[in-house]
């Protein structure tokens, strides 16, 4: 049986990057973990994601979640850093 810990290091994700998934579609982070999985490994998946996450952060900041937003800006930039977006 696969834990939740070995399914992140198969989703080629962060923590966050999942997290921030699971927010934005509304599912367990689990499930976040695979859809972000095949998002990845698509060439349409990269900009999809780097799209959620930019949704994530106008909900946190249209809401007053000044920090959360700011945490989302940080997992957007090292998504960014570590995956070619093209915007």
């Known amino acids: 049986m696969l834990s ?3 399914c992140v290091g198969f989703a080629g994700l962060t923590e966050d990057e999942i997290e921030a998934i699971a ?4 599912v367990p982070e ?6 972000g999985c095949c998002l990845c490994e698509t060439i349409e998946g ?8 930019l949704d994530d ?4 900041e249209a809401h007053g979640a ?4 700011l945490h989302l800006r940080a997992v957007l930039a090292k998504f960014e850093a570590g995956h ?3 915007h």
């Open 4 to 6: 939740y810990v070995d």
């Open 23 to 26: 927010e934005h579609e509304h």
């Open 84 to 86: 070619e977006v093209l």
């Open 46 to 53: 990269v900009p999809l994601m780097r799209r959620i996450l």
């Open 66 to 69: 000044v920090l959360h937003a």
């Open 30 to 35: 689990i499930v976040a973990a695979e859809f």
């Open 57 to 60: 952060i106008r909900h946190a």
